[in-house]
C-alpha cells in the first residue's frame, strides 16, 4: 500500500519560516520524481516545486528564492524549506510523486494547512 505523509504545516508569522517533511511509503522512492503542489481556498492546485530522482529543481516564480525542495533517498523523504513566507502562501500543501517512467503512476498525500498570518 503507498502512503505519501504530509507534517510540518502550521500558523506562521508573514516572514517566518516552515520546513515540510514528505514520507512514502510502499514505492521505490528513487524511482519517483516528486514535488510539493499548494491548494488555497477557491483556487486550483498549483505546482510549488519539484526534484527529480537525480536532484535536479524546479520552482514555481512566486515561490523561487524563498523555498527549497530536497530530497533524502535513505529516508524516503522528500521536504520543503520555506522562508520569508507571505499571506498568499496560505494553502493546503500536496506531496506527489510521479514515475519515472510510467508517467501516469502518480500518488498523492493527504495535504498539510500552512496558514501565513499576524
Known amino acids: 500500500q503507498v502512503q505519501l505523509v504530509e507534517s510540518g504545516g502550521g500558523l506562521v508569522q508573514p516572514g517566518g519560516s516552515l520546513r515540510l517533511s514528505c514520507v512514502a511509503s510502499?514505492?521505490?522512492?528513487?524511482?519517483?520524481?516528486m514535488g510539493w503542489y499548494r491548494q488555497a481556498p477557491g483556487e486550483e492546485r498549483e505546482l510549488v516545486a519539484t526534484?527529480?530522482?537525480?536532484?535536479?529543481?524546479n520552482y514555481a516564480g512566486s515561490v523561487k528564492g524563498r523555498f527549497t525542495i530536497s530530497r533524502d533517498n535513505a529516508k524516503n523523504t522528500v521536504y520543503l524549506q520555506m522562508n520569508s513566507l507571505k499571506p498568499e502562501d496560505t494553502a493546503v500543501y500536496y506531496c506527489?510523486?510521479?514515475?519515472?517512467?510510467?508517467?501516469?503512476?502518480?500518488?498523492w498525500g493527504q495535504g498539510t494547512q500552512v496558514t501565513v498570518s499576524s
Open positions: 510502499g514505492i521505490t522512492f528513487n524511482s519517483y520524481a
Open positions: 506527489k510523486a510521479t514515475h519515472n517512467s510510467i508517467r501516469s503512476l502518480v500518488f
Open positions: 526534484i527529480t530522482s537525480g536532484g535536479s529543481t
